[in-house]
């Protein structure tokens, strides 16, 4: 069974609203959780890395005060985009690490209309 | 980070078995290689890791060139559930930042 799950699935919002979306480690603890995201076609990029405790690390070109990442517990790191624009519709996924591998959430689709 | 390249898409025929490349001319010596692999609207799934030796799980096996410079994932025996696109990724041991290049995309036909 999944290790890390997402929530929500897959989000419609209108233009200018914000939406939350969760991402929990199920049976471990995570410090540090990872957040990508993907446009169709292209590959996985990574958007910032979440710590539990601390300020989230942004990308380079990552505005982190349109993603707003929340780290308040060991098994719950939260990206919310605020003020949500067309541009940002994607594919969100995030990741937690255990032991030697990475589990990554089943993603989040966003459509902004 | 040292960069891979993979060829940007593969085609091969179900149960037969499946050579996919990674180079890593610029790999360092506490690079591990990574493969991961995503099936269609789903996040990415772990395949393998490996330094030196090469690797066998339940899913694939990795092989790894003696210079280290290059490595190849293997499924033994692909199935269509195998149809996705893989990633080979160098990471340095302790890290966990894993930075995605466009992988392969690999099609079985039935």
């Known amino acids: 069974g999944a290790v890390v799950s997402q929530h929500p699935s897959w989000v419609i919002c209108k233009s200018g609203t914000s939406v939350k979306i969760e991402c929990r480690s199920l049976d471990f603890q995570a410090t540090t959780m990872f957040w990508y995201r993907q446009f169709p076609k292209q590959s996985l990029m990574l958007m910032a890395t979440?710590?539990?405790?601390?300020?989230?690390?942004?990308e380079q070109g990552v505005e982190k005060d349109k993603f707003l990442i929340n780290h308040a517990s060991l098994t719950l790191s939260t990206l919310t985009v605020t003020s949500a624009h067309p541009e940002d519709s994607s594919f969100y996924i995030c990741s937690a690490w255990r032991v030697t591998e990475a589990f990554f959430g089943q993603g989040t689709r966003l459509t902004v209309v | 980070d040292a960069k891979t390249t993979q060829p940007n898409s593969m085609e091969s025929n179900e149960e037969e078995p499946v050579h996919l490349p990674c180079n890593h001319s610029?790999?360092?010596?506490?690079?591990?290689i990574h493969w991961y692999r995503q099936l269609p609207s789903q996040g990415p799934e772990y395949v393998i890791h490996?330094?030196?030796s090469n690797v066998n799980n339940r899913m694939a096996s990795l092989a790894i060139a003696e210079d280290r410079k290059s490595s190849t994932l293997i499924l033994h025996r692909a199935t269509l559930r195998d149809a996705a696109v893989y990633y080979c990724?160098?990471?340095?041991?302790?890290?966990?930042?894993?930075?995605f290049g466009q992988g392969t995309r690999l099609t079985i036909n039935p």
């Open positions: 979440s710590n539990e405790g601390s300020k989230a690390t942004y």
């Open positions: 610029t790999i360092s010596g506490t690079d591990y």
């Open positions: 990724i160098l990471l340095i041991q302790g890290a966990q930042k894993l930075v």
């Open positions: 490996g330094l030196t």
